[in-house]
């Protein structure tokens, strides 16, 4: 129950062409200089080529770059790039999206120094533009002592002791209860759903299908904790 979840931060880097898109983008803009796909004496610089240098270069930042004791997790979650019904014509720019969660705030400011700056440098080499945008969104979700004492005592109370766990580690899932804890003292807690009968995993999975025999269980909880 006392677990530190989250730390969400969206955005990362956004990379663009010589020859700017308008419109905002929460992560990553890789572009071409303008080049005419019919005119094979011409060099065309493909976007495509720098965004697969920039995703696999940000993997560095996790695994070389940071204190291996302190947390942190580097995605990109989406890719968007020309138009499945014209692939002949060489896209203008990639959008690359994702996420960056650590839990201390010298990692995050880390995170977002190094993938802009990885963002311009993998632009200029393959000789592309880039304009990083990085958007701070979550703090971790820290719960409070005493509060996180009174959930662990009223869920032993209603769901006996064995399933009443309060040494979960701390995990990088997103979560925005972390601004009413930051405004509020309280605690955040978890409902197990699992049972044999949904082996489909934890949510936020496309197979995942709740268990509703799990709410008289949390009905009972929040009525204890009352």
Known sequence: FPATVDPRDAGLARLIS?????????LARLGRTLADVLA?????????????????AIQAIVSRER????????SVGAIAAGDAKAPNVIPAEVRLTGTARAFSAAVRDRL??????I?????????????P???????????????????????????GAEHARDDHPPITA??????????VPGAYAWLGTG???????????????FNDAALVHGAAFWCGLA
């Open 119 to 131: 963002a311009r440098g993998i632009a200029a080499t393959h000789g592309v533009a880039a304009e």
């Open 40 to 56: 094979p004496r011409r060099a065309v610089v493909w976007a495509g080529l720098a965004a697969a240098a920039f995703i696999q």
């Open 112 to 117: 977002e120094a190094r993938l802009a700056a």
């Open 133 to 159: 945008s990085y958007t701070r969104r979550l703090s971790p979700t820290r719960n409070h002592p005493d509060h996180a004492a009174r959930m662990v005592s009223a869920a032993a109370a209603t769901l």
């Open 195 to 209: 049972d044999p009968a949904h082996p489909e995993g934890v949510h936020h999975n496309p197979r995942f299908d």
């Open 67 to 74: 204190d291996p004791l302190e947390p942190a997790v580097v």
């Open 18 to 26: 010589a020859q700017p898109v308008a419109g905002p983008s929460p």
């Open 174 to 183: 997103g979560e925005d209860f972390s601004s009413f804890l930051g405004a």
